[in-house]
């Protein structure tokens, strides 16, 4: 793949975890902006979550039936159009629509730019794992973006910004894109077969990925408030806490590249049971676990949670065609996208019962061992299917 392409697709990943957290950033300056309550303007996000899970499977689906390229300009573009409407919503109706907009435009990337990545074979787990940080990095700069323009600008410039950035790159893009189609490149609809065992592998990814987007999004989302209660005895500030945190996600992040690398190399099927097994294990640990040694634990347990991710992204890359990959891939999204909205009020729900996070990583751990006994009927090695594997 050529490098200018793999930074466009790897840009985009940043762009789309970016601009899908920025407004909850943000809502605390909204609210002052509207003369609204924090919670009542939150909730003017969730449309845009509902529209980023469900809008995966026909954005697959396009990408497969017209061209990846030319969704993905629709995906640069149309996001950036959505974010300057965003910025000029006066009205929290208007606000409301234009965020259905920005999570509709943002449900493009994953079953889309997730199959041009995993285009042309090769090491594929390592694009995935380098792909995947940069979606990382995404999340992580929507605080810290917010955080500068809230100091020397406002919310809604910030929006503004980003929309026309986003533009520009989708410019860029097309760009690219022309100078490819011109060399005989862009992505051509191969019609291959399947891999064998390709019903039972996609059956155990659609398992792994319904049941770790529990796991996934219960730590990634209470982890601030586990360090918060877990470290109470060291009078932290809630600032100092966030770093932490921060330090956390970014260190474990880069795993994935790690792990990609290592299953372009080796079998997924031990690499997959050693993280599943290690989550189950780390998670048990976390039940007790308090002060530094959470710390130590919430590293360890998110470097096997953000390990797991190229893994069931290459499993459907190896075991589907070419032209299957953007409707798998926008499947595998939805089901994660969903569980992943289901666990945030499960974790409040299950906090405020107990008074704590113990039942959660009790229920994680349970999870984690529910998808090791899973990838223990994965079959090993590579797909067997000659015809696949000379086209990937």
Known sequence: MPSSRFLFLNVGHSIDHLFMLMFPAVAALAAADLSAS???????????????????LPMGWLADRLSREFMMTVFFLGIGVAMILTGFSNEEWQIFVSLILVGMFAAIYHPVGLAMVSQGG????RRLGVNGVWGNMGVAASALSVGVFADFAGWREAFLLVG????IIGLGWIRNTRRALEGGGGSRKKLNEPALNWRRVLLIVA?????????FNSMTVSLPKVLNDRLVDFAMSATEVGAIASFVYASAAFTQVLVGRAIDKYSIKPIFLALVAGQAVTLYFAI??????????????MVMVFGQIPINDTLIARYTPDEWRGRVYSVK?????????????????????????????????????IITVTVAFMPGGRPSSSKLRATE
Do not use: N, R
């Open 122 to 125: 090769g090491d594929v787990g």
């Open 333 to 369: 999204y939805v089901l994660s996208f969903t569980v992943s909205a289901a666990a945030v009020p499960s974790i409040a729900w299950l906090y405020e019962d107990t008074g704590g996070f113990s039942t959660m990583f009790t229920l994680a751990a349970i999870a984690a061992c």
């Open 207 to 215: 398992i792994t990925t319904t049941i770790g987007g529990f796991i």
């Open 164 to 167: 026309a950035i986003s533009i």
């Open 288 to 301: 007790m676990a308090d002060g530094w040694s959470m710390v130590a634990i919430g590293i360890l347990v």
């Open 38 to 56: 924090y919670g009542e303007v939150l909730k003017l996000a969730t449309g845009s979550f509902i529209a980023f899970g469900v809008f995966s």
